[in-house]
Protein backbone atom coordinates (compact mmCIF):
# COMPACT_ATOMS: atom_id res chain seq x y z
CA UNK A 1 0.00 0.00 0.00
CA UNK A 2 1.24 3.20 -1.37
CA UNK A 3 2.34 5.68 2.05
CA UNK A 4 0.17 8.98 1.71
CA UNK A 5 2.11 12.15 0.80
CA UNK A 6 1.14 15.00 3.04
CA UNK A 7 -0.77 18.48 1.48
CA UNK A 8 1.54 21.14 1.04
CA UNK A 9 2.36 24.31 -0.78
CA UNK A 10 5.10 25.96 -2.37
CA UNK A 11 5.65 29.47 -1.81
CA UNK A 12 9.10 31.06 -3.51
CA UNK A 13 9.90 33.77 -5.74
CA UNK A 14 11.99 32.92 -8.70
CA UNK A 15 13.82 29.82 -8.79
CA UNK A 16 15.27 28.80 -5.47
CA UNK A 17 17.93 26.36 -5.13
CA UNK A 18 16.55 25.73 -0.89
CA UNK A 19 13.64 25.42 0.87
CA UNK A 20 12.22 26.33 4.24
CA UNK A 21 9.97 23.38 5.42
CA UNK A 22 7.46 25.22 7.61
CA UNK A 23 5.76 22.90 10.31
CA UNK A 24 2.83 24.43 11.95
CA UNK A 25 0.90 23.89 15.51
CA UNK A 26 -1.45 21.45 16.63
CA UNK A 27 -5.24 22.55 15.49
CA UNK A 28 -3.15 23.92 12.71
CA UNK A 29 -2.28 24.22 9.36
CA UNK A 30 0.55 24.98 6.39
CA UNK A 31 -1.26 28.57 5.61
CA UNK A 32 -1.19 29.84 9.19
CA UNK A 33 2.59 30.73 7.60
CA UNK A 34 1.66 31.99 4.49
CA UNK A 35 2.24 35.46 5.27
CA UNK A 36 5.39 35.01 7.17
CA UNK A 37 6.69 32.91 4.11
CA UNK A 38 5.91 35.07 1.56
CA UNK A 39 7.52 37.53 3.13
CA UNK A 40 10.97 35.95 3.79
CA UNK A 41 11.00 34.46 0.33
CA UNK A 42 10.39 37.84 -1.14
CA UNK A 43 13.80 39.27 1.16
CA UNK A 44 15.64 36.05 0.06
CA UNK A 45 14.64 34.87 -3.03
CA UNK A 46 17.76 32.15 -2.72
CA UNK A 47 14.98 30.75 -0.56
CA UNK A 48 11.54 29.42 -1.05
CA UNK A 49 9.48 27.66 1.61
CA UNK A 50 6.95 24.76 1.75
CA UNK A 51 4.04 25.36 3.98
CA UNK A 52 2.80 21.17 5.22
CA UNK A 53 -0.19 19.96 6.63
CA UNK A 54 1.22 17.61 9.18
CA UNK A 55 -0.38 14.38 10.00
CA UNK A 56 -4.61 14.47 10.31
CA UNK A 57 -4.63 18.44 9.53
CA UNK A 58 -5.17 20.50 6.68
CA UNK A 59 -5.45 18.32 3.77
CA UNK A 60 -3.01 15.46 4.62
CA UNK A 61 -6.01 13.59 6.48
CA UNK A 62 -6.79 9.46 6.83
CA UNK A 63 -2.86 8.87 7.68
CA UNK A 64 -2.77 5.48 9.35
CA UNK A 65 -1.83 5.25 13.12
CA UNK A 66 0.17 5.67 15.30
CA UNK A 67 0.04 9.39 15.27
CA UNK A 68 3.01 10.00 16.57
CA UNK A 69 6.08 13.06 16.89
CA UNK A 70 8.24 10.48 15.17
CA UNK A 71 4.99 9.49 12.61
CA UNK A 72 4.68 12.74 11.79
CA UNK A 73 8.65 13.87 11.26
CA UNK A 74 8.75 10.70 8.84
CA UNK A 75 5.89 12.02 6.88
CA UNK A 76 8.02 14.70 6.48
CA UNK A 77 11.38 12.73 5.21
CA UNK A 78 9.15 11.03 2.73
CA UNK A 79 7.61 14.01 1.51
CA UNK A 80 11.34 15.53 0.78
CA UNK A 81 12.16 12.65 -0.80
CA UNK A 82 9.24 12.44 -3.09
CA UNK A 83 9.42 16.16 -4.31
CA UNK A 84 13.04 16.47 -4.68
CA UNK A 85 12.33 19.81 -2.49
CA UNK A 86 15.72 19.23 -0.69
CA UNK A 87 14.99 21.21 3.16
CA UNK A 88 18.10 23.45 3.60
CA UNK A 89 15.95 24.86 6.76
CA UNK A 90 13.23 23.25 9.11
CA UNK A 91 11.08 25.95 11.28
CA UNK A 92 8.12 24.31 13.80
CA UNK A 93 5.82 26.07 15.50
CA UNK A 94 5.03 24.79 18.84
CA UNK A 95 3.55 21.08 18.17
CA UNK A 96 5.72 21.26 15.39
CA UNK A 97 8.86 22.59 16.68
CA UNK A 98 9.02 18.95 18.31
CA UNK A 99 8.59 17.38 14.92
CA UNK A 100 10.81 19.49 13.40
CA UNK A 101 13.36 18.24 15.82
CA UNK A 102 12.33 14.17 15.45
CA UNK A 103 12.69 15.43 12.16
CA UNK A 104 16.24 16.67 12.14
CA UNK A 105 17.43 13.71 13.79
CA UNK A 106 17.00 11.97 10.73
CA UNK A 107 20.19 13.85 9.74
CA UNK A 108 18.84 14.75 5.74
CA UNK A 109 22.68 16.15 4.12
CA UNK A 110 20.90 19.19 3.04
CA UNK A 111 19.16 20.36 6.03
CA UNK A 112 21.64 23.06 8.06
CA UNK A 113 18.89 25.08 10.66
CA UNK A 114 16.18 23.64 12.71
CA UNK A 115 13.85 26.38 14.03
CA UNK A 116 11.75 25.99 16.92
CA UNK A 117 9.36 28.79 17.22
CA UNK A 118 8.07 28.66 21.10
CA UNK A 119 8.28 24.75 21.19
CA UNK A 120 9.93 23.46 24.21
CA UNK A 121 12.15 19.88 23.84
CA UNK A 122 11.19 18.76 27.25
CA UNK A 123 8.67 16.27 28.17
CA UNK A 124 5.70 16.77 30.60
CA UNK A 125 2.43 16.60 32.19
CA UNK A 126 -0.61 17.08 29.40
CA UNK A 127 -1.88 20.63 30.32
CA UNK A 128 -2.02 24.35 28.80
CA UNK A 129 -4.33 25.56 25.94
CA UNK A 130 -4.53 23.07 23.41
CA UNK A 131 -4.77 20.39 25.69
CA UNK A 132 -8.15 22.47 27.21
CA UNK A 133 -8.89 23.00 23.73
CA UNK A 134 -9.21 19.44 23.48
CA UNK A 135 -11.53 19.41 26.00
CA UNK A 136 -13.80 21.73 25.10
CA UNK A 137 -14.20 20.55 21.18
CA UNK A 138 -15.65 17.09 22.54
CA UNK A 139 -18.14 18.90 24.69
CA UNK A 140 -19.26 20.09 21.50
CA UNK A 141 -21.67 18.96 18.74
CA UNK A 142 -20.40 17.04 15.98
CA UNK A 143 -22.25 19.46 13.54
CA UNK A 144 -22.97 22.91 12.96
CA UNK A 145 -25.04 24.76 10.91
CA UNK A 146 -22.38 27.24 10.44
CA UNK A 147 -19.10 28.88 11.45
CA UNK A 148 -20.69 31.52 13.41
CA UNK A 149 -22.45 28.11 16.03
CA UNK A 150 -18.80 27.17 16.48
CA UNK A 151 -17.14 31.09 17.42
CA UNK A 152 -20.43 31.52 19.41
CA UNK A 153 -20.13 27.90 21.16
CA UNK A 154 -15.86 28.13 21.49
CA UNK A 155 -16.51 31.72 22.91
CA UNK A 156 -19.81 30.83 25.64
CA UNK A 157 -16.81 28.80 26.84
CA UNK A 158 -14.52 31.12 27.73
CA UNK A 159 -12.16 31.25 24.42
CA UNK A 160 -10.65 34.20 23.06
CA UNK A 161 -12.60 35.58 20.00
CA UNK A 162 -9.91 35.07 17.48
CA UNK A 163 -9.11 31.73 19.19
CA UNK A 164 -12.04 30.39 18.49
CA UNK A 165 -12.35 32.17 14.83
CA UNK A 166 -9.07 29.96 13.64
CA UNK A 167 -10.49 26.76 15.24
CA UNK A 168 -13.54 27.48 12.90
CA UNK A 169 -11.37 27.15 9.56
CA UNK A 170 -11.17 23.04 10.68
CA UNK A 171 -14.94 23.13 9.71
CA UNK A 172 -15.87 21.19 6.42
CA UNK A 173 -19.06 21.38 4.66
CA UNK A 174 -20.76 18.58 4.90
CA UNK A 175 -24.50 18.61 3.08
CA UNK A 176 -26.25 21.26 5.16
CA UNK A 177 -23.73 21.51 7.70
CA UNK A 178 -20.49 21.80 8.75
CA UNK A 179 -18.41 19.15 10.48
CA UNK A 180 -14.45 19.21 12.21
CA UNK A 181 -12.03 18.48 9.76
CA UNK A 182 -10.07 16.74 12.29
CA UNK A 183 -10.72 13.51 14.46
CA UNK A 184 -10.42 14.58 18.40
CA UNK A 185 -8.85 11.12 19.07
CA UNK A 186 -5.92 11.51 16.18
CA UNK A 187 -5.52 15.12 17.63
CA UNK A 188 -5.40 13.58 21.46
CA UNK A 189 -3.39 10.78 20.45
CA UNK A 190 -0.82 13.27 18.62
CA UNK A 191 -0.88 15.59 21.81
CA UNK A 192 -0.06 12.70 24.53
CA UNK A 193 3.14 11.83 22.25
CA UNK A 194 3.73 15.96 21.95
CA UNK A 195 4.19 15.83 25.92
CA UNK A 196 5.90 12.42 26.64
CA UNK A 197 8.50 13.27 24.09
CA UNK A 198 12.10 14.26 25.56
CA UNK A 199 13.89 15.82 22.58
CA UNK A 200 16.77 17.75 24.30
CA UNK A 201 19.29 15.46 22.97
CA UNK A 202 18.96 16.80 19.26
CA UNK A 203 19.21 20.23 21.07
CA UNK A 204 22.14 19.87 23.06
CA UNK A 205 23.87 17.59 20.21
CA UNK A 206 22.68 18.82 17.42
CA UNK A 207 23.26 16.34 14.05
CA UNK A 208 26.88 17.85 11.97
CA UNK A 209 26.78 21.02 10.44
CA UNK A 210 23.30 21.82 11.83
CA UNK A 211 22.28 25.00 13.76
CA UNK A 212 19.29 24.89 16.02
CA UNK A 213 17.60 28.44 16.67
CA UNK A 214 15.06 28.92 19.27
CA UNK A 215 13.02 31.63 19.20
CA UNK A 216 11.26 32.87 22.66
CA UNK A 217 7.70 34.74 23.03
CA UNK A 218 8.45 37.01 25.71
CA UNK A 219 4.63 37.00 26.81
CA UNK A 220 4.72 32.54 26.62
CA UNK A 221 5.63 30.45 29.09
CA UNK A 222 5.41 27.46 26.75
CA UNK A 223 9.30 27.66 27.53
CA UNK A 224 9.75 27.80 31.08
CA UNK A 225 12.93 29.43 33.25
CA UNK A 226 14.21 25.96 33.77
CA UNK A 227 13.95 24.94 30.08
CA UNK A 228 14.90 29.08 29.08
CA UNK A 229 18.56 27.99 31.19
CA UNK A 230 19.47 24.94 29.69
CA UNK A 231 18.89 26.03 25.83
CA UNK A 232 21.77 28.55 27.56
CA UNK A 233 23.73 26.34 28.78
CA UNK A 234 23.63 24.20 25.55
CA UNK A 235 24.35 27.44 23.68
CA UNK A 236 27.91 27.74 25.63
CA UNK A 237 29.03 24.81 23.62
CA UNK A 238 26.83 23.73 20.93
CA UNK A 239 25.59 25.73 17.89
CA UNK A 240 22.20 26.84 19.76
CA UNK A 241 20.80 30.25 19.15
CA UNK A 242 18.11 31.56 21.80
CA UNK A 243 16.03 34.49 20.81
CA UNK A 244 13.87 36.16 22.92
CA UNK A 245 11.05 38.18 20.61
CA UNK A 246 8.38 40.33 22.16
CA UNK A 247 4.61 38.93 21.98
CA UNK A 248 2.47 35.69 22.61
CA UNK A 249 2.68 32.14 21.71
CA UNK A 250 1.31 33.07 18.12
CA UNK A 251 4.67 35.25 17.14
CA UNK A 252 3.47 34.52 13.50
CA UNK A 253 0.39 36.62 14.19
CA UNK A 254 1.99 38.50 16.89
CA UNK A 255 5.45 39.84 15.94
CA UNK A 256 5.77 39.18 12.30
CA UNK A 257 8.39 41.36 11.65
CA UNK A 258 10.58 40.18 14.50
CA UNK A 259 10.38 36.21 12.91
CA UNK A 260 10.81 37.61 9.37
CA UNK A 261 14.39 40.29 10.25
CA UNK A 262 15.70 36.74 11.97
CA UNK A 263 15.20 34.48 9.23
CA UNK A 264 16.15 37.15 6.61
CA UNK A 265 19.39 37.47 8.66
CA UNK A 266 19.90 34.40 9.78
CA UNK A 267 19.03 31.84 7.02
CA UNK A 268 22.53 30.90 5.20
CA UNK A 269 24.11 31.67 2.38
CA UNK A 270 24.10 29.34 -0.98
CA UNK A 271 27.32 28.51 0.15
CA UNK A 272 26.52 27.21 3.37
CA UNK A 273 22.90 25.61 2.78
CA UNK A 274 23.76 21.94 1.60
CA UNK A 275 26.59 19.83 2.72
CA UNK A 276 28.45 17.51 0.41
CA UNK A 277 26.65 14.00 0.18
Do not use: C
Amino acid sequence: MTEPILGHERVATGQPDRWLYVLHGIYGAGRNWATVAKRVTRERPDWGAVLIDLRQHGASQDFPPPHTIVAAAEDVVRLARGTGDDPGAVLGHSFGGKVALAFARRALPTLRQVWLIDSTPEAREPGGSAWTMLDVVRSLPDRFTGRDQLISALTDRGIATPTAQWMATNLVRDGDEYRWRFDPDAMEQLLRDFFRTDLWSVVERPPEDVTVHIVKAEESSVLSPDAVARIEAAAAHAPVHLHQVAGGHWLNADNPDALVELLVRELPAADTATRET
